[in-house]
């Protein structure tokens, strides 16, 4: 396992421990914050050990990005920015003639699903080839 | 684009896994070199012909149209 994917899962499993120890040595005190701090910990913990023995298992030993997969991750930002900016432009445009009406929240939402889902694809669709232009 | 690392790779006995671990790529990175399907950095063209014991025009075979 990498030096790195080690880190995290030490991290991950660190936070896992020090949420039981405090469930079991503060189960007497009855605060609302004892429960906050465990339930940020151990997602933390299962963030961080999910992200160190899921890369491990992705990867292995091999390099996460080399110049290839670099290039492809700068076309994939770039696609999903030129989508990000078209669905914008054209959320101005449908709010402007009054044809749709969506409040801020359900605008940004929109925007970050379209942005992610867009970097997702392109990606799926450019790894797929050898070289990217 | 054609390219001899395959035959070169084989003749060391060396896996796609083990030329992609001594170049610093990923094993796919390798696999679309030797299809002529990725152009290489001339950095990473160098370092491969330096695993391979060979010199850069003698891996890339660059086909006049």
Known sequence: MKKEYKYYTGIGAAAFLVAIALQIFWSGIDTIWVSRITSFLTTVGIVFIALGVGRHMIYKEEPEEDERTKKINALTLSYSWTVTLVLVGVLLLLDHWNILKMTVMQALGLTMAVMIAAAVISELCLKRKGDVK | ?65
Do not use: W
């Not at chain 2, 299809?35 to 890339?60: C, M, Q, R, V, W």
């Open chain 2, 1 to 65: 684009m054609k390219t001899r690392i395959k035959e070169l790779r084989a003749r060391y006995d060396l896996t796609q896994e083990d030329l992609a671990k001594k170049v610093g790529v990923r094993r796919e990175t390798i696999l679309f070199l030797e299809k002529g399907k990725y152009n290489p950095s001339l950095k990473l063209a160098h370092d491969i012909a330096k695993a391979l014991k060979t010199k850069i025009d003698e891996l890339f075979i660059f086909e006049e149209d």
